[in-house]
């Protein structure tokens, strides 16, 4: 039995939005496994939940007219990892959520609460900044759409009003289209880990495939919230797709991460994960992009 | 909590229509137990990391112990029992477990029977480090998973129609000796 004050059940996303506005205390439960987690932990023992997990509106990967690909927030990982969509265009974000816990996590956890925890180890999101997703948030006063960038507000706080709740996240075309991607995810363990600290890299190449023409370098636990590696980027932009340029890249993520010290791993450790994981990571992508590097 | 809230769930246990009045702080681990006397339905970490909690809903492997019962509404659940045949006959994944010595303490072994179930499909041979990670949300601290792992990987082959690889590096139980030295 789980210390729980009340239950609220949602089978719609007004109705979500209606007991949020109503019970302004409540969490909002999706797959549960973060939670409910924690109700057993102690920390949201005895609070009120509002349940979303039987909208299933919600679930599902689909690609809209205009090539956007649209990832309902309660697309567990099993759905996005084997989704037939995910597998032919974001194959990087497949195989990154395909490292969350382990398989009966992944058929339970959400995109969404894996991005509305906050939390900045999270597989999904260092992937989901490289991809500049954009999540679509509806309130009260309707639907609003916030770039990923405006989304992390701070440790376990993201861009989310009252009574408002993620309901999918959106990648534009112009984000996927002709672009590679590698996440790698460093751990003590292959299963059931946190990740110490992972990167996650785009690649775009010339029609050549010896230029570097876009690059976006995302990671998680590089710093309190998911981030970009923005002077590492405009420094590789227009480079030879090289060896010298994943070392430079290796070099100026440096600039871009403020990694801290903590149980998991010192600051130094993660700071060598960080250059030694972005340059692998950019390999991996141009190899995968058909460059030869 | 003086205002108990109750709800009554239906959904299909192991093919049969049940229905049950739960309160709705009840896990799905707490409802197969005690609802229905499905006590293959382990307790063990109740947070979701050693799978000894799994059950099969709508054709996925879930921990029931982080799974609201009222969740379960319209579901088509199976746990371990749902594998027997109808005079409590063993099925293959479990019979397999009992002539490898799969089993120590027997705590982890209806998860991991389920979860090898759900995994093998009919002709499809999988890696060992295929089969690894789909049986990785399962903890077992008596039998190091060696035996564990030539069960589900025997059950696979049987599944395939196909004989199960001889391997090599497998220590014999009788080890043969020559002038007081072990012989391999």
């Known amino acids: 039995m789980y210390d729980i004050k009340a239950l609220y059940e949602a089978y719609s996303v007004e109705e979500a939005v209606r007991l949020l506005a109503a019970h302004p205390e409540a969490q909002i439960i999706a797959g549960g496994s973060d939670v409910l987690v924690q109700v057993r932990e102690g920390r949201r023992a005895g609070k009120e939940l509002v349940s979303i997990f039987m909208i299933d509106e919600l679930r599902g990967v689909t690609m809209e007219e205009d090539g956007t690909i649209r990832i309902g927030s309660l697309s567990s990982f099993h759905t996005i990892t084997y989704s037939p969509i995910i597998q032919e265009h974001l194959s990087v974000l497949g195989e990154a959520v395909d490292m969350v816990g382990g398989p009966q996590i992944r058929a339970i956890g959400t995109i969404g609460g894996n991005t509305c925890n906050g939390v900045t180890s999270a597989d999904s999101a260092s992937t989901l900044m490289a991809l500049d997703a954009v999540m679509e948030v509806i309130g009260p006063e309707g639907k609003r759409l916030v770039p990923i960038a405006d989304w992390y507000k701070g440790p376990k706080k993201v861009n989310l009003g009252p009574a408002e709740l993620q309901t999918a996240i959106l990648i534009r075309k112009e984000s996927y289209e002709g672009y590679k991607g590698h996440y790698i995810k460093y751990g003590m363990r292959n299963a059931m880990e946190i990740a110490t600290t992972g990167c996650s890299v785009n690649v775009k190449l010339s029609a050549d495939k010896k230029t570097v023409e876009d690059v976006r370098i995302g990671y998680g636990v590089a710093a309190p919230v998911p981030i970009r590696a923005r002077t590492a980027e405009a420094n590789a932009k227009g480079k030879p797709a090289d060896a010298e340029t994943a070392a430079a890249i290796g070099r100026d993520v440096l600039l871009d991460v403020t990694p801290r010290n903590s149980w998991r791993a010192s600051k130094d450790m993660r700071l060598h994960l960080c250059s030694t994981m972005a340059q692998r990571a950019f390999t991996e992508a141009v190899r995968k992009s058909g460059g030869e590097i | ?184």
């Open chain 2, 1 to 184: 909590m003086e205002d108990r809230q109750y709800k009554m769930v239906h959904c299909y246990v192991n093919g049969k229509e049940r229905a049950a009045m739960v309160d709705v702080r009840s896990s799905l681990t707490d409802m197969l137990r005690n609802e229905f006397g499905l006590t293959s339905v382990k307790k063990g970490c109740e947070v979701g990391e050693c799978g000894a909690c799994a059950v099969i809903i709508d054709g996925d492997c879930y921990d029931s112990c982080i799974y609201l019962a009222v969740w379960a509404e319209g579901k088509h659940i199976t746990t371990l029992e749902g594998l027997e045949g109808p005079n409590g006959e063993l099925s293959d994944i479990q019979q397999a477990f009992v002539d490898e010595t799969a089993i120590q303490c027997g705590f982890c072994s209806p998860g991991f029977m389920l979860e090898a179930h759900h995994v093998l499909k009919p002709g499809v041979i999988y890696t060992d480090d295929e089969l690894r990670k789909k049986l990785s949300g399962h903890l077992c601290r008596c039998t190091g998973y060696e035996n564990i792992m030539r069960a589900v990987k025997k059950t696979m082959y049987q599944r395939a129609g196909m004989e199960m690889p001889v391997e090599e590096d497998r220590i014999p139980l009788s080890v043969p000796i020559e002038d007081g030295k072990v012989v391999l």
